[in-house]
DNA sequence: GTCTATAACGAGATAGAC
DNA sequence: GTCTATCTCGTTATAGAC
């Protein structure tokens, strides 16, 4: 499935990757379609079909793909080791670093097609959340005990809004292609999750 | 355009847009098509033609509509004359209802599919927010003013905040297709904004 | 206002040559 | 590993009858 010659990766499945991933991430999944890559990397669409049996089966790749470099992030973020709150920051990074491209999260776009997809892209696609709010819940417990982070309810309860408000100012600042509105946003959510109390 | 008849709103015309608004809301503007909706109201393509020329037309005034009933909706709770919490409150309600129903908000979809959409439903996609984000801003303000309301940042700032928040977490409880998560996620908001500080 | 019939196109996919 | 050629289906849309 790697790379089983010499280097890493094989170059032509790599660069349908790539150029699907934007397509996907731009247009959405149903929006895209193997000619779309296939004259974009000046190829057929059965040289494709080579390299991906079908559509589904590109759509799993990819996500598998988005959600193994994202986990990478998330463990490059924690062997930083900041505070919880700088960690929360270079968690935002990772959305800010998408919108800039003027793309939409992968799983985030794939979430709005969510009952159009193939089964097995849509467990993926709740993976990824699960995953996100797993390591979010533990900044957060980690904040909540250094002081370096504050906020009601439980930490998994504050993960899941993290999250949602962050594909939710992805999904709009994407729409004004205004990468502003995204890091305004972000920038309001960890203000809320780090006021401290007027010291009496 | 409405109902010229007696009655209101020529019966298929509502009917179609019915249809064709849970279509959208469930499975995205290009996942459906005038098969689908003519399939579910037994009637034929070329007569969903008669009533809208063409796709475009009829996503048009799926949104026109989809914003009027959300402006009357935001008019209802001014009048309903609470403070700013309870403003905001009902404000979350009504995307609790659209969740309910296994839908994602109108231009929440549309925002994911805006870079295929044609230029007219773009535009109004824009405008709905906009005009979310003018009234919340309004209700902030008054919050603030009443001691109902605490934030940071501009009321502006928050009104987009808690816009992108309430759409992200439509977005991913739909996924899970748990509203509960999003009551969660809206309720943690909310609480966000109505701490009050340790009172000495 | 709704129908039958059909055009014109693009999508996803396969067979088989090189 | 990539090609040409082709198939089948679904989609948007129109012409013209009732």
Same mark, same amino acid.
């Given at each position: 499935?790697?790379?089983r010659?010499?280097q890493?990766?094989?170059?032509?499945?790599?660069r349908?990757?790539?150029?699907?991933?934007?397509?996907?991430?731009?247009?959405?999944?149903?929006?895209?379609?193997?000619?779309?890559?296939?004259?974009?990397?000046?190829l057929?669409?059965?040289?494709l079909?080579?390299?991906?049996?079908?559509?589904? =089966?590109?759509?799993?790749?990819?996500?598998?793909?988005?959600?193994?470099r994202?986990?990478?992030a998330?463990?490059?973020?924690? %062997?930083?080791?900041?505070?919880g709150? +700088?960690?929360?920051?270079?968690?935002?990074?990772l959305?800010?670093?998408?919108?800039? !491209?003027?793309?939409?999260?992968?799983?985030?776009?794939?979430?709005? !097609?969510?009952?159009?997809l193939?089964?097995?892209?849509?467990?993926?696609?709740?993976?990824?959340?699960?995953?996100?709010?797993?390591?979010l819940?533990?900044?957060?417990?980690?904040?909540?005990?250094?002081?370096s982070? %504050?906020f009601s309810?439980?930490?998994? !309860?504050?993960? +899941?809004?993290?999250?949602?408000?962050? =594909?939710?100012?992805?999904?709009?600042? +994407?729409?004004?292609?205004d990468?502003? +509105?995204?890091?305004?946003a972000?920038?309001?959510?960890?203000?809320?999750?780090t !006021?401290?109390?007027?010291?009496?």
């Amino acid at each position: 499935m790697a790379g089983r010659p010499g280097q890493g990766e094989d170059g032509t499945r790599a660069r349908i990757l790539d150029v699907a991933e934007r397509l996907v991430q731009t247009r959405g999944f149903n929006a895209f379609s193997y000619a779309d890559v296939a004259a974009e990397l000046r190829l057929t669409k059965p040289a494709l079909h080579y390299h991906f049996a079908g559509k589904g =089966e590109l759509g799993e790749a990819l996500v598998a793909r988005y959600v193994a470099r994202f986990t990478e992030a998330l463990h490059r973020i924690d %062997r930083s080791d900041g505070d919880g709150q +700088r960690k929360l920051e270079g968690y935002a990074a990772l959305y800010a670093h998408v919108v800039a !491209e003027d793309r939409m999260c992968l799983c985030g776009m794939l979430a709005a !097609e969510y009952h159009t997809l193939p089964v097995p892209m849509r467990d993926s696609v709740l993976r990824f959340f699960d995953q996100n709010e797993d390591w979010l819940e533990g900044v957060l417990a980690q904040g909540a005990q250094e002081g370096s982070l %504050r906020f009601s309810g439980t930490p998994l !309860e504050a993960a +899941r809004l993290i999250l949602a408000s962050l =594909e939710g100012a992805l999904l709009v600042a +994407r729409s004004f292609e205004d990468p502003a +509105r995204f890091e305004s946003a972000a920038a309001g959510l960890l203000a809320g999750l780090t !006021e401290t109390e007027p010291s009496d």
